[in-house]
């Protein structure tokens, strides 16, 4: 314990050092040490452990973000197939205006 004593931070070199990380073996004071998963351990070590993790989920939203795109494509197509066929549907003479001409202009 003598030893730890006598340390100084590494990003601090006027502070004393309080903890060793495990990963790194280096001394860190109070500000630049933290605890995770039930262990004492420096901010560099503790980003370089977490990258794995967050590299593979980039991975799967890649996919879902695919996916996305493609549900969305089909969506909006289905949506301008249904208009043009409803409007295939209306029958010739109320494009020509014979229809609804009649129906609204013949009526006093």
């Given at each position: 314990m003598s030893?730890?004593?006598?340390?100084?931070c590494l990003?601090?070199e006027?502070r004393e050092a309080?903890?060793?990380?495990?990963e790194?073996r280096?001394?860190?004071?109070?500000?630049?040490i933290?605890?995770?998963?039930?262990?004492v351990?420096c901010?560099a070590?503790?980003?370089?452990?977490?990258?794995p993790?967050a590299?593979?989920?980039?991975h799967?939203?890649?996919?879902?973000?695919?996916?996305?795109?493609?549900?969305?494509?089909?969506t909006v197509?289905l949506?301008?197939?249904m208009a043009g066929?409803s409007?295939?549907s209306i029958p010739?003479?109320?494009?020509?205006g014979?229809?609804?001409?009649?129906k609204?202009?013949d009526?006093p």
């Amino acid at each position: 314990m003598s030893a730890l004593s006598h340390q100084r931070c590494l990003n601090h070199e006027f502070r004393e050092a309080v903890a060793r990380c495990p990963e790194c073996r280096q001394y860190f004071c109070r500000e630049c040490i933290t605890e995770h998963d039930d262990r004492v351990i420096c901010a560099a070590c503790l980003k370089r452990l977490a990258r794995p993790t967050a590299r593979h989920r980039w991975h799967w939203t890649g996919v879902w973000i695919i996916g996305e795109c493609l549900a969305g494509v089909l969506t909006v197509w289905l949506f301008f197939y249904m208009a043009g066929r409803s409007l295939l549907s209306i029958p010739d003479s109320f494009h020509e205006g014979t229809v609804w001409k009649s129906k609204f202009l013949d009526e006093p």
